[in-house]
């Protein structure tokens, strides 16, 4: 097979993805070697797509009268009742206990077993209850106010980059994701973009059969000119990307699962997430998606008391997935390593509509899931009475930031620097980090990292500053993009080659100043490079075109 089709593969294995500087990476970080454990240390996000009903996962009991009025046809049966709720703990104070939808039996079972937290009301300020706009605020970091509104880098990609910089020339990815054929925002960093493999679809059994050779035969004689970069770039892709491959046939066919999952979706990725890990393969993210979660109808089953319906087969669905996936690392011994953590976009209001649904809210729980995490609870049960007709029945009190999630799961358990979470997550419109605004007791202390072993492998300032003279937006685009300069940095030229290097056009700035816009309407959905030359030099950007 040419290379042309294996460009065709980036619907389930990315192109970007595969680009030798920006999805290799090297483990052993500097300075790390005198804290236990830090470098086998990996995270997967799960993603519930479509935003869950937070209220039905998981109830207030000590509210469960005002719960009923807001929800009269889709409520759960209380605890207690035939088909009702689980009641999570009983020994907490009753104004903090909570009651599990019954399906969540396998979280259930996590809980009581000690490698389960819930994290109460969590949300983001200026909730914006968009599914697009709102995922991509999760996945760069940002919020709804005006200051954090427009990243155009992933908070995962921004934490890998920098977190293990100067080490991108090993056979292994730093992030890897299932479940969907979309590359997600998340990875997308500031100065290495691309930093994960979509496997999404692969037999990954012979994944490196697929990949291998697809380059062809390389040209022997290589021009000393931009043609012949051009060149020797995609040659030391298709040598990365066999080496690449390679690793990630060898890893899925070392590994193996130590019990049976069930045959659905979730459960499926997980399950080959966990044989990677026991295959040994050192991916730092992990990205697992499942949705189906926008319930505007049919949320329940009509006339059913036992609530079956689509929140029920979903909920079943990953409370099965997960249980099964922390009981396999903890059957090889390999659950020390690992935390799961599930978000989505957002909730959903407290009141029902007239279909048997749900429509866009505000907060949400997550859920954490691990050895290392303490089990219980963070935060009180949210407030109900909020919920009334002049609000239109949302519950708008955040008790935790998402990014108060992540950034405590970063430092406290992988050891990130302060200054690497403030270049991770950072609050530009209060000016402050989350460094000294973390959850408590999130973390066991036994595997809290002590700050005197917080890696600190900083991109350099150089080429923090080099990077902010050019800025590119919007990005994601669709229509129209510009090109905007600082410092009397006149643009002039910017040219555009697909993501395999193929060059497309070349469009100059009449004006000759620090801005100069460009219509993109006629590229097709993808990835692409920009070339953007200055006076002060030539600066190289990627782009997501989308429609």
């Known amino acids: ?146 200051a954090n509104n427009y990243f155009d880098s992933g908070w995962i990609g921004r934490f890998l980059e920098n977190y293990y910089t100067g080490f991108l020339n090993s056979n292994f990815p730093l992030g890897i994701q299932l479940g969907s054929s979309d590359n997600s925002l998340g990875f997308h960093g500031v100065i290495e973009h691309g930093m994960s493999l979509n496997i999404s679809g692969q037999d990954l059994s012979g994944f490196y ?13 290589i021009p000393d000119s931009e043609y012949g970069d051009l060149i020797q770039y995609i040659i030391n892709n298709d040598a990365s990307t066999n080496s690449y491959a390679q690793t990630i046939t060898n890893s899925f066919n070392s590994g193996s699962n130590s019990l049976t999952y069930p045959n659905t979706s979730l459960s499926n990725q997980l399950k080959t997430v966990a044989r990677f890990i026991s295959g040994g393969l050192q991916t730092k993210v992990y990205l697992v998606k499942v949705g189906g979660f926008d319930t505007h109808d049919k949320q329940v089953a009509a006339n059913n008391t036992t609530h079956l319906g689509n929140h029920a087969t979903l909920l079943t669905q990953i409370s099965e997935a997960i249980n099964s996936f922390i009981t396999d690392l903890n059957n090889q011994n390999m659950g020390n390593d690992v935390l799961a953590v599930t978000f989505s976009e957002f909730g959903r209001k407290a009141g029902e509509n007239a279909s048997l649904g749900t429509d866009h809210g505000e907060i949400a729980p997550m859920f954490v899931f691990g050895n290392a995490i303490n089990p219980g609870i963070s935060g009180t049960n949210i407030n109900l009475s909020e919920a009334v007709s002049t609000n239109n029945y949302q519950v708008r009190t955040v008790q935790h930031d998402y990014r108060r999630v992540f950034s405590t799961v970063l430092q406290d358990w992988f050891g990130t620097s302060n200054k690497t979470l403030d270049l991770t997550f950072y609050n530009h419109t209060t000016n402050t980090g989350f460094s000294n605004n973390k959850i408590a007791d999130l973390i066991k202390a036994q595997n809290v990292v002590n ?72 590229l097709s959905v993808g990835f692409y490079n920009l070339k953007i030359e200055t006076n002060n030099g030539v600066f190289s950007k990627k782009i997501i075109v989308r429609r």
């Open 1 to 146: 097979m040419r290379r042309r089709n294996f460009i065709k593969l980036t619907s389930t294995a990315s192109a970007l993805s595969l680009l030798p500087t920006e999805v290799f990476a090297l483990f052993k970080s500097a300075g790390m070697t005198t804290c236990p454990d830090s470098n086998s240390k990996k995270i997967v996000l799960i993603q519930l797509a479509g935003a869950n009903d937070g209220l039905n996962t998981i109830v207030p009991l000590n509210q469960y009268d005002t719960y009923a009025t807001l929800r009269p046809n889709i409520k759960l049966n209380n605890v207690g009742s035939s088909n009702g709720m689980i009641n999570l703990d009983s020994t907490l104070a009753l104004t903090n206990q909570v009651g599990l939808h019954p399906s969540l039996i396998g979280f259930k079972n996590l809980y009581d077993k000690g490698f389960m937290r819930i994290i109460q009301g969590v949300g983001y300020p200026s909730q914006d209850k968009s599914h697009f706009k709102s995922t991509d605020l999760w996945l760069t970091g940002g919020d709804g106010t005006l």
């Open 209 to 221: 059969s697929v990949i291998n050779g697809l380059g062809g035969t390389p040209p022997t004689n």
């Open 451 to 522: 700050s005197t072993c917080y890696n600190d492998n900083l991109l350099s300032t150089n080429e923090y500053q080099n990077i902010y003279e050019v800025i590119v937006y919007p990005n994601p685009v669709s229509e129209l993009i510009t090109i905007s300069s600082s410092n009397n940095n006149d643009v002039h030229a910017v040219s555009i080659y697909s993501i395999d290097g193929k060059f497309i056009g070349k469009y100059k700035n009449p004006l000759v100043n620090g801005q100069f816009s460009i219509n993109i309407e006629n």
